[in-house]
Each structure stands twice: as structure tokens, then as C-alpha cells.
């Protein structure tokens, strides 16, 4: 039942077992409001290849929040965008509630994706990201709404990530 799962779900969080990663949109996109994402603090426990790399990055990006919101006393959430018609972006960073980074994980180098796209060109985000596992490009993609996409390698981001 719902209220067994969450109670299981809670006590994981507890544990440090997982975290949850919260939707963020609004009518004007047709967000999706409920759903959390759930992530192991320990990656490997996913069950496939994609899925740990997803699970990595995000826990990088929630170590790297929280660092800043203790360095900078700055307010930084980490959330992601999923709308009902399927679009979807992996990590939206907001700053003091407004997105300030895109971030869009990929196993290959690859287009632009879709669901970045989307969102990008219904919300003002400065900075934008898509990320590749295996990738080996590192260049700016098209400009979309005051923003611009970089594709780069994963080994490239996260190194750059205090």
C-alpha cells in the first residue's frame, strides 16, 4: 500500500540509503507536481548501466547544492522537469527559486535532446548542459531563449564541480 511504501521510503532516508529529487514547473509547461525521483547514495545499487551514471550525477550535483548553499548562503535546490506530454529534463538547479542550470545526462554523445529543448524554450535558464558519459565533444550548441546548451564529457563536468 501507498502509505507502507512511503513509510519504507522514509526510513531509507533516514539510513542514508536514498534521497528524493523533487518535480519543478508550473502550469505554463504543464508540469508534472508530484512524482520525486528516488536516488541511492550509492550508485552501484542501480540497476543498469544508465541508471548508475544518472544516480552519479545526481549525486554529485546534491553534494555540489549543498555546498554551495554552506559556502555562499545562497538558496540552491536540485530538482528535475517532467511535463505530462513525456518531455523531460534529468536536473533543473534553481537559484533563490528560479532555474539557473539545465542539466541533461546521456550514455553517447548525442543532438540536442528534446526535453532540454523544451524546456529551454518555455523557461529562461542562463546555463544549460548536456552531458556525456562516453563522450568525447566538448562545444556550444544552439542558443534557445537567452540560454545556451554545452555538450560535454561527464569526466569534464564533474571535474569542474568543487
Not at 13 to 20: A, D
Not at 44 to 54: I, N, P, T, V, Y
Not at 120 to 136: S, T
Given at each position: 500500500s501507498f502509505p507502507t511504501i512511503?513509510?519504507?521510503?522514509?526510513?531509507?532516508?533516514?539510513?542514508?540509503?536514498?534521497?528524493?529529487i523533487y518535480p519543478f514547473g508550473?502550469?505554463?509547461?504543464?508540469?508534472?507536481k508530484k512524482e520525486a525521483k528516488l536516488y541511492f547514495w550509492d550508485w552501484?545499487?542501480?540497476?543498469?548501466?544508465?541508471?548508475?551514471?544518472?544516480n552519479?550525477?545526481?549525486?554529485?550535483?546534491?553534494?555540489?547544492?549543498?555546498?554551495?548553499?554552506?559556502?555562499?548562503g545562497e538558496k540552491y535546490e536540485l530538482r528535475y522537469f517532467r511535463n505530462t506530454v513525456g518531455h523531460e529534463v534529468d536536473f533543473i538547479i534553481l537559484l533563490n527559486g528560479n532555474p539557473h542550470?539545465?542539466?541533461?545526462?546521456?550514455?553517447?554523445?548525442?543532438?540536442?535532446?528534446?526535453g532540454i529543448k523544451y524546456f529551454?524554450?518555455?523557461?529562461?535558464?542562463?546555463?544549460?548542459?548536456?552531458?556525456?558519459?562516453?563522450?568525447?565533444l566538448d562545444y556550444l550548441g544552439p542558443k534557445l531563449k537567452g540560454g545556451q546548451v554545452r555538450f560535454i564529457p561527464a569526466a569534464r563536468f564533474l571535474a569542474c564541480l568543487p
Open positions: 512511503k513509510k519504507w521510503i522514509e526510513i531509507f532516508e533516514k539510513l542514508y540509503g536514498v534521497f528524493r508550473s502550469h505554463k509547461i504543464k508540469a508534472v552501484c545499487q542501480a540497476s543498469s548501466e544508465s541508471a548508475q551514471f544518472e552519479l550525477v545526481a549525486v554529485h550535483l546534491l553534494r555540489w547544492v549543498h555546498w554551495m548553499q554552506d559556502i555562499y542550470y539545465a542539466i541533461e545526462v546521456k550514455m553517447d554523445d548525442r543532438p540536442l535532446d528534446q529551454m524554450e518555455r523557461v529562461n535558464v542562463p546555463y544549460a548542459f548536456q552531458i556525456a558519459r562516453h563522450g568525447k
